[in-house]
């Protein structure tokens, strides 16, 4: 996994937890709506994630696979498929809610989280440390 890679995967694992934390926080303190920065801050994450998909997508054409690690094929699917359905799903729950809109939103971000780990996991072969990221 190339660096550049690898350090936006991180920087979009920590992004998601931010806004699943950020919307739990949200809901036990009983807010009817999120401020501007938790929609910005999700606003970026999605613009990030699909710019990875992209960048992900070019080194596939490019030749440059995950090579080094059993069921190398699962990067692809955590990389790119399951966190942008659990955004897009957390987008139609988002809409669909009369108050606390951001609760839908949060739910997708949990969902992204752990998925964009585990694509960060299995392109870094399993471990997950600052070896990986240089």
Same mark, same amino acid.
């Given at each position: 996994?190339?660096? !550049?890679?690898? &350090?936006?995967?991180?920087?979009?694992?920590?992004?998601?937890?931010? #806004?699943?934390?950020?919307?739990?926080?949200? +809901?036990?303190?009983? =807010?009817?709506?999120? @401020?501007?920065?938790? &929609?910005?801050?999700?606003? &970026?994450?999605?613009?990030?994630?699909?710019?990875?998909?992209?960048?992900?997508?070019?080194? #596939?054409?490019?030749?440059? +696979? /995950?090579?080094? /690690?059993?069921?190398?094929?699962?990067?692809? !699917?955590?990389?790119?498929?399951? @966190?942008?359905?659990?955004?897009?799903? *957390?987008?139609?729950?988002?809409?669909? +809610?009369?108050?606390?809109?951001?609760? *839908?939103?949060? &739910? *997708?971000? !949990?969902?992204? !989280? *752990?998925?964009?780990? =585990?694509?960060?996991?299995?392109?870094?072969?399993? /471990?997950?440390?600052? /070896?990986?990221?240089?």
């Amino acid at each position: 996994m190339t660096t !550049f890679h690898a &350090w936006l995967g991180a920087t979009l694992v920590a992004a998601f937890a931010v #806004l699943t934390i950020g919307g739990i926080v949200l +809901r036990l303190a009983g =807010r009817d709506e999120a @401020p501007t920065v938790f &929609w910005g801050l999700q606003h &970026w994450t999605e613009n990030l994630l699909l710019f990875q998909t992209v960048v992900g997508v070019v080194f #596939l054409l490019l030749g440059r +696979r /995950v090579t080094d /690690v059993d069921l190398a094929f699962l990067h692809y !699917f955590y990389g790119s498929l399951f @966190p942008l359905v659990a955004m897009v799903g *957390g987008r139609i729950a988002a809409m669909r +809610r009369d108050h606390h809109d951001y609760v *839908g939103l949060t &739910w *997708g971000a !949990f969902f992204a !989280f *752990g998925l964009t780990l =585990r694509a960060l996991q299995t392109g870094c072969a399993g /471990v997950l440390t600052l /070896v990986c990221l240089t």
